[in-house]
């Protein structure tokens, strides 16, 4: 069975590195995306970014390249998004999702449950 | 980028009741990348649609997508109790990729 299946709820403060995770089961990541969405509070889904992590080629949304990174390990089938310092605006669900189908357009099939991040002083 | 602008916002239907929702894209979806998402409260999303039209893993026959260029449509047929939820399309043939904001299925 695919699973992805993300690290645990963060409280974080500004100013406050942070890197969080998703470990795929029941399928390899090599030969396949790794996608991250990202879910404010009551809002809907905005896409951040798409990591192949057999070559680690990634596309940012330009909205979000440079607040955070993505980065992934094939050999043990876990992908990260991390930030450097974090910001009350980031406090938000984030999901990761594999990609699948066409190599140069994906689409995102199985998520994984979720890691909320709060970020307050 | 792409902006898609889903409608209604709120769909009030009772169960068995048939349910259609719009997703417009501000211009055309490369090659038909166009997918339908699934999402309960407390819950991920779950892909329901991709390509436009096919049908994800699982995914019950009363669900079907259509469309081409900007417009495109999910249709449930029947309204089961468990389909009440908020349906987000999204495009993923333009990068950056973009969902629209969402239509929530609610029962009257």
């Known amino acids: 069975e695919v699973q992805l299946v993300q690290s645990g709820a963060e409280v974080k403060k500004p100013g406050e590195s942070l890197k969080i995770s998703c470990q795929g089961y029941g399928f390899s990541f090599t030969g396949t995306w790794i996608g991250w969405v990202r879910q404010m509070p009551g809002k809907g889904l905005e896409w951040m970014g798409i990591?192949?992590?057999?070559?680690?080629?990634?596309k940012y949304n330009p909205s979000f390249r440079g607040q955070v990174i993505i980065s992934a390990d094939r050999s043990i089938n876990a992908a990260y998004l991390q930030w450097s310092s974090l910001k009350a605006s980031d406090t938000a669900m984030y999901y990761c999702a594999r990609g699948v189908g066409d190599p140069l357009r994906p689409h995102l099939d199985n998520w994984g449950q979720g890691t909320l991040v709060t970020v307050s002083s | 980028e792409i902006v898609l602008t889903q409608s209604p916002a709120t769909l009030s239907l009772s169960p068995g009741e048939r349910a259609t929702l719009s997703c417009r894209a501000s211009?055309?979806?490369?090659?038909?990348?166009l997918a339908w998402y699934q999402q309960i409260p407390g819950q991920a999303p779950r892909l329901l649609i991709y390509?436009?039209?096919s049908r994800a893993t699982d995914i019950p026959d009363r669900f079907s997508g259509s469309g081409s260029g900007t417009d495109f449509t999910l249709t449930i047929t029947r309204l089961e109790p468990e389909d009440f939820a908020v349906y987000y399309c999204?495009?993923?043939?333009?990068?950056?990729?973009?969902f629209g904001q969402g239509t929530k299925v609610e029962i009257k």
């Open positions: 990591i192949y992590p057999t070559d680690s080629d990634t």
């Open positions: 999204h495009q993923y043939g333009t990068s950056p990729r973009t």
């Open positions: 211009q055309s979806v490369s090659s038909g990348y």
């Open positions: 390509g436009t039209s």
